[in-house]
């Protein structure tokens, strides 16, 4: 995970002196939260927001349905019993 620096006005992420942008991709990146704040104070930002990042190879799981990681492993392991207590509970 990765640190970026957000403005809590405008909600636009650091990415050098003077410039920001409207997406995280594209800005300044720290490896840890008390470097970023370290950074804020040696360069007077202030407002400033440190947020963590999620990798870009992360991103699909969050477009997942909660339950269709966890039960699509549960099903390969344990076939028929499964698929018939999810009819009975519903979630098939």
Not at 5 to 10: A, Q
Not at 69 to 74: A, P, R, T
Request: proline fraction near 3%; charged fraction near 25%; charge should be positive.
């Amino acid at each position: 995970m990765k640190i970026v620096l957000r403005h809590k006005v405008t909600g636009h992420y650091y990415q050098s002196p003077g410039k920001w942008v409207r997406r995280a991709d594209n800005a300044l990146t720290f490896d840890a939260v008390d470097v970023a704040r370290k950074f804020c104070r040696v360069n007077h930002l202030a407002e400033i927001q440190a947020v963590h990042r999620l990798a870009p190879y992360l991103m699909p799981l969050l477009h997942e349905s909660r339950h269709s990681i966890w039960e699509g492993w549960v099903g390969e392991r344990f076939g028929k019993w499964y698929s018939r207590g999810a009819s009975i509970f519903g979630r098939n």
